[in-house]
């Protein structure tokens, strides 16, 4: 534990903002621009994930366990999340024979 | 600061025997290929299935069991990590933190419960 | 926290009573532990308990909300009656799901921390997640569930980037310890706070992000959009001032400017768009969605009539909602459409069903003497004791848009001619619940001191 706690604090704190932020917003993007359902949920996945490393860098750099358990919940959350949506996703290719998102617009008048 | 001094030098053996590993696959793959005989037929260019006749396509789409029993596996998986935690420190918290954590595990074995009887797991 | 255990307890039990087909005991069951619950909250009023390290504590604000989400929940219960059998024959999963979505609201209301604030959301989230899309075979709710799943998952993701800078800038998750340590690394902070805000903005449906709002309400069964825009709501709004009341009281000039230009374009948006609508239930979502711009002035103007106001709101808005939810399900039960059409006629051919209609829609657009107009007299109360009068005309100006989409629908019903003059059959609990929203409506429009000084 303490020896991947310094390694961690060996790269600067700014790095790994500056990583998660890329990351994070390689999502956002992914989620903006993407049609296919599953890629967009999985660049979702990608912002919960430079979430997590995030935290993590700066639980090792204040020495607060607080920020890694939070990962936990994250990732279990993150888990029940993919249950669900997975779920939905199959629901609507079954009905459309389709994951793209442009073709669920029926609810627009 | 250990992480670091390792990676130049210690490493080295690892590399070596890499590149000797993927040398010898390479190597051996280029020279059969170069020396051994060809003779294509039909037969010989069909996949290899214990001479069964080969049926269809293998990326034909998977049931929707094996999505259901990966789902419910990812659930229950997952669960685990808070478990680690609770055994590293089992000590620690005592008679009260392994009450909370068996609380915790009935309200997953409930669900599992559930499951079982709503026949999610029924393969047939 | 007892409230919290029970409900998720009920839950459980509920559940495994559908799994034992003990279909006839769901709903007594659900309401007992739902009262249950409330009553655990009311022994500890006044007591500020504070559980788990400071994880949530439940004080006064939190327990009357509280009170709030499980009220509106057995109210919407008990409007259920066979309406989950006719969708599907899973009836015990739709009120475990529900509970467990009530537990995760009030787990919103109560946070400390924001582990809790996060899980509270998302436990509240993923259920409804599910609930959207409960008609399986049906395109619209299927494409409900999906639109919902993305847009709220995605918000999650910023939520939780918005929490980790914080964390970083603070070093806790704890509310009280932020708000001591807000000028440590101001940019940190800065930047987490927005993140923040688009998030909770995004879950409470606000302009510029309320785009998924009007779909999911009108692709979702009509019961479950109602739970949406009354217990989701309600709970978001709490949660939302919660973390701007006590976190980030320190650093208010950033985001006054951002909330001022939403609530403008929420208000602007939500009821414009809504007097355009011939769909009932998608004028509701879309005034929904301009409840939330008043209620938001409330949070962009923090200040000590705060949380009553929001409070007060809530729960006209909320009691009100779902009287009007429930008329629409009874005549889409027997028109077969939520149009403005189906509704032509009704005064005659149902007047009680007409006249609780018309009471609730007062109650949404603030007229006087309902629940309503005091819920928007306390909000701009707020507004002009932070001088803001321009926002105000603003506000009085889109309430009377309001009026002008609500009355189309009133004035569908007692002055035009219906093609059928069948009458419709309400069961007993359905009557009970319309008749006691509509009472307590107009109890609180004419008596408001019952809850105006409960904060």
């Given amino acids: 534990m303490e020896n991947i706690t310094n390694a961690i604090t060996l790269v600067p704190l700014n790095h790994y903002i500056l990583l998660s932020s890329i990351i994070f917003f390689i999502g956002i993007i992914g989620v903006l621009t993407r049609r296919n359902a599953i890629i967009v949920f999985m660049s979702i996945e990608l912002m919960l994930n430079a979430v997590n490393l995030l935290l993590t860098a700066f639980s090792a750099y204040r020495g607060d366990a607080a920020g890694q358990v939070f990962v936990f919940f994250i990732m279990a959350v993150a888990a029940a999340e993919v249950a669900v949506g997975l779920a939905i996703i199959v629901m609507i290719y079954r009905n459309n024979n389709s994951i793209d998102i442009d073709l669920l617009n029926k609810l627009k008048n | 600061m250990l992480l670091l001094e390792q990676l130049p030098v210690n490493y080295a053996p690892v590399a070596f025997q890499f590149f000797v590993a993927v040398g010898f696959v390479v190597v051996t793959m280029l020279a059969t290929h170069l020396i051994g005989p060809k003779r294509k037929t039909s037969d010989k260019l069909t996949p290899f299935e214990s001479g069964v006749e080969v049926q269809g396509n293998a990326r034909h789409p998977m049931s929707v069991k094996y999505f259901l029993v990966a789902i419910l596996f990812v659930l229950f998986d997952v669960e685990v990590i808070f478990m680690y935690p609770w055994a590293v420190n089992f000590r620690e918290l005592g008679i009260l933190g392994m009450l909370e954590m068996f609380t915790f595990m009935i309200f997953l074995l409930l669900g599992f419960i559930y499951i079982i009887k709503k026949g999610a797991l029924n393969w047939e | 926290m007892s409230s919290i255990i029970i409900i998720a307890i009920t839950a459980i039990v509920v559940l495994y009573l559908g799994l034992y087909k003990v279909k006839s005991a769901l709903l007594p069951v659900s309401v007992l532990g739902l009262l249950g619950a409330a009553a655990s909250l009311v022994c500890v009023w006044d007591k500020n308990i504070s559980y788990f390290n400071d994880m949530l504590v439940f004080n006064n604000y939190a327990i009357a909300f509280s009170i709030l989400l499980i009220a509106t929940t057995i109210l919407i219960f008990l409007l259920s009656g066979n309406y989950f059998e006719k969708i599907s024959s899973n009836v015990a999963e739709y009120y475990t799901i529900l509970l467990f979505a009530l537990s995760g609201g009030v787990v919103m209301v109560s946070f400390q921390n924001m582990s809790m604030l996060f899980i509270g959301i998302e436990i509240l989230s993923v259920s409804m997640y599910i609930m959207a899309g409960i008609k399986k075979t049906d395109s619209a709710s299927n494409e409900a569930a999906l639109k919902y799943f993305l847009m709220g998952s995605f918000a999650t993701g910023i939520l939780l980037f918005g929490i980790a800078l914080i964390y970083g800038a603070t070093g806790s998750f704890n509310l009280v310890q932020i708000a001591g340590k807000a000028s440590e690394q101001p940019l940190l902070f800065y930047a987490g706070v927005i993140f923040m805000l688009i998030a909770m903005t995004f879950k409470v449906g606000v302009a510029p992000f309320h785009f998924w709002t009007p779909d999911v309400y009108q692709g979702a069964p009509t019961l479950v959009s109602s739970f949406m825009s009354t217990v989701v709501k309600t709970a978001g709004f709490a949660a939302f001032l919660r973390l701007f009341g006590s976190a980030f009281t320190s650093v208010p000039a950033i985001w006054t400017v951002t909330l ?196």
């Fill in chain 3, 260 to 455: 001022v230009v939403m609530v403008v374009l929420t208000l602007l948006i939500g009821n414009i768009t809504a007097a355009f609508q011939q769909n009932v239930k998608r004028m509701l979502a879309y005034s929904s969605i301009s409840h939330a711009g008043y209620m938001l002035i409330a949070i962009l103007l923090l200040g000590q009539a705060s949380p009553n106001a929001i409070l007060i709101y809530s729960v006209a808005y909320s009691i009100a909602s779902v009287a009007s939810f429930g008329v629409m399900v009874a005549v889409k039960e027997q028109k077969g459409s939520d149009d403005l059409s189906a509704f032509n006629g009704l005064g005659r051919t149902n007047p009680v069903l007409a006249f609780v209609m018309t009471v609730a829609l007062c109650s949404l657009g603030g007229i006087p003497l309902t629940a309503g107009f005091f819920g928007k007299f306390y909000i701009f109360g707020v507004a002009i004791a932070a001088n803001y009068t321009w926002l105000i005309a603003i506000a009085v100006l889109m309430a009377a848009v309001g009026i002008y989409y609500y009355f189309k629908v009133i004035i569908a019903m007692y002055l035009r001619e219906s093609e059928n003059s069948e009458s419709i059959q309400l069961s007993l609990a359905y009557k009970f619940v319309l008749i006691f929203c509509i009472m307590i409506t107009i109890l609180l429009g004419i008596a408001p001191a019952l809850i105006t000084n409960i904060l």
